[in-house]
């Protein structure tokens, strides 16, 4: 049995909802019993924020690598960041770490193709909808995203910090965010991923031998 290691925290509530869906789907596969094998290292999320809001990513490349090296120490095999706006120094991290990295757009990019999807639509925090990683992903998948505009982004990157980091998400604001989706379809087809994509490869890899 291999092990994952995760680094978490970037924000709380998308690792653990990562941890819930790799068992979820880990299981699905072997109902007979028996649990994957999981490590996560839960960074702080406000001191990630911090560094980004200053655009010191050399230092954000640090911090994350420094996590992923506690992460073999303690065991783990292979690892991935349980956040999108992290793979922004992915490619400085992975070739810093001792052990294979998934990447989480990479993983979501695969499983669109597979579904043979063309134009997708792209929510998440502004510093992920701003930058270029997820449309260079999708460009060599020979895929294209529509993002929301920037009145929307600021909205869609507002109530991401302030609402769903805290483990909220208010009526109003689930209406707001299908407004946007709602206008975002019109502009192209709006596809969310999120974690499924990545929970599938990671199970597939904790399964190996």
Avoid: C, W
Wanted: glycine residues 10%; aromatic residues 8%.
């Amino acid at each position: 049995m291999r092990t994952v290691g995760i680094i978490g925290g970037l924000g709380p509530e998308s690792t653990i909802d990562y941890y819930r869906s790799i068992i979820a789907r880990y299981r699905t596969r072997k109902p007979g019993g028996g649990y994957p094998y999981i490590i996560i290292n839960s960074l702080d999320v406000d001191h990630g924020l911090a560094l980004l809001n200053a655009g010191r990513l050399a230092e954000l490349a640090d911090y994350i690598a420094t996590g992923i090296a506690a992460l073999v120490r303690a065991g783990a095999d292979f690892g991935l960041i349980a956040a999108n706006t992290p793979h922004l120094v992915f490619d400085e991290v992975q070739s810093r770490s001792a052990i294979p990295l998934l990447s989480i757009v990479r993983a979501t990019a695969d499983h669109a193709k597979a579904r043979g999807l063309k134009k997708l639509g792209l929510f998440g925090a502004g510093f992920t909808m701003r930058a270029s990683f997820y449309p260079e992903e999708f460009e060599r998948a020979g895929m294209i995203l529509v993002p929301p505009t920037e009145p929307e982004k600021e909205l869609i990157h507002r109530n991401y910090i302030d609402e769903l980091l805290n483990n909220q998400f208010l009526p109003e604001t689930r209406t707001q965010i299908l407004s946007v989706a709602q206008r975002t379809g019109r502009r192209g087809i709006l596809i969310s991923f999120r974690n499924p994509a990545a929970a599938s490869v990671v199970r597939g890899l904790l399964e190996r031998e």
